[in-house]
């Protein structure tokens, strides 16, 4: 089309749809109440980290007795790095839940942008600008970016790790950055572990040279940053503890490297236990609209379109096979395999529908990866579904603001 081949029109488009991200994200930012317990607890975990205060929304010293697997009053179930963002945005914008939930949102909006430079180099310029049109408006980013919730930091360092490894993967700068950003994104929420075993494939299947420094080179980053990033753990100073001492490592205050082993063998403990008993397999496949409560008498929605949920599943099956063995659709096939296939770990442990952030991020852009032959009835089905596609992106944006 002549429309795509005009750079100012191409530039009004990307436009376009970061200005219609920025209008559902940032519009009446605060139409929701607090989520509780997540957003209540992230908001005064960066309150915390901003300005020392203390102000637990619950405790695990109950009834005199710590309980070790019950959610910690300062959040270190979730590594630090979210909490530490947030709370730069109440230093630089003020101590509000609306300036909290600002931060999210912008790192989504700029995400609308990088995704729009990832798929380019991916797909092509027309389906870029598609790509970043659905990013715009697709309702679980929308929902996760107007709250105080982590998984859209974790989409955002993910996306630059793949954004500077594609301009950049020819250099071993390329490989640095990436481990860099997945690093970074772990260091978010530890459902991003998946990204070490896709740091592990890449090199041995894609790096070309010093392939076997690749493997212990990404690990090392990824827990030096991981350990950066607890640098106030050990060093922001409190008056106040209500935890008894022996369990002052799940406490406020300052901290040792015996207070930090003890955190992460709690954290991994913790994490594995709440994953082993906990079960949001119905939201995936008896309601197609997964999160949706009532609660402080308005509906909190984080809903992922099923569409593209299901297409994903069916595509961790056939795109590996049509790809190797029937007709090799794209020459990045493989990067985006090694980046789909971990994701696919939480999918099938895990039913929570921003747990799939990552997983619906990667499936919609290996849908466009697909170019049927023109003036088929493949080409015909795969229209409709993009069709169907927006039509459900727009149902549940629709019922997010109104309801």
């Not at 090199?203 to 690749?214: D, G, P």
Request: aromatic letters at 20%; charged letters at 10%; hydrophobic letters at 55%.
């Amino acid at each position: 089309m002549q429309l795509f081949k005009n750079p100012t029109y191409k530039k009004l488009l990307i436009i376009a749809s970061i200005i219609l991200a920025s209008f559902l994200r940032l519009n009446n930012l605060m139409l929701k109440p607090p989520f509780i317990p997540d957003e209540e607890v992230y908001f005064r975990a960066a309150e915390y980290y901003a300005f020392g205060k203390i102000n637990p929304l619950y405790t695990q010293l109950i009834d005199g007795a710590v309980l070790i697997s019950q959610p910690n009053h300062v959040n270190y179930e979730h590594p630090l790095l979210g909490k530490l963002i947030l709370a730069f945005s109440l230093k630089l914008f003020g101590d509000s839940l609306f300036n909290a939930r600002l931060i999210s949102a912008l790192f989504n909006i700029a995400l609308v942008y990088i995704s729009y430079l990832i798929a380019r180099r991916m797909v092509g310029e027309e389906k870029a600008l598609l790509f970043s049109f659905l990013m715009s408006i697709d309702p679980l980013n929308v929902s996760l970016s107007r709250s105080v919730m982590l998984d859209s930091f974790c989409l955002f360092f993910f996306a630059l790790g793949v954004l500077a490894y594609l301009y950049l993967r020819d250099k071993n700068l390329g490989f640095i950055l990436l481990s860099i950003f997945f690093a970074l994104a772990i260091a978010v929420k530890l459902t991003m572990l998946p990204l070490i075993i896709t740091l592990i494939l890449f090199s041995i299947f894609e790096i070309k040279r010093n392939k076997i420094l690749s493997i212990p080179l990404s690990l090392a980053i990824t827990f030096l940053i991981f350990l950066i990033t607890y640098f106030p753990y050990f060093y922001l100073n409190t008056n106040k503890t209500i935890l008894p001492q022996e369990y002052h490592y799940l406490d406020y205050g300052v901290h040792n490297w015996n207070d930090f082993i003890n955190l992460l063998n709690w954290i991994f403990l913790y994490n594995f236990h709440w994953h082993l008993e906990r079960n949001f397999y119905p939201y995936l496949f008896e309601n197609p609209f997964f999160y949706t409560i009532q609660q402080n008498g308005a509906y909190q929605m984080f809903n992922a379109n099923p569409l593209i949920v299901y297409a994903g599943i069916i595509l961790l099956f056939i795109y590996p096979y049509y790809n190797m063995y029937i007709k090799k659709i794209n020459t990045n096939y493989r990067i985006l395999l090694w980046l789909l296939l971990p994701q696919s770990i939480l999918l099938f442990t895990r039913g929570l529908a921003w747990y799939l952030i990552v997983f619906n991020y990667l499936s919609l852009l290996i849908i466009l990866t697909f170019s049927p032959k023109p003036g088929t009835a493949s080409e015909f089905f795969y229209l409709l579904y993009l069709l169907l596609v927006f039509v459900v992106d727009a149902i549940l944006l629709t019922a997010y603001f109104l309801f």
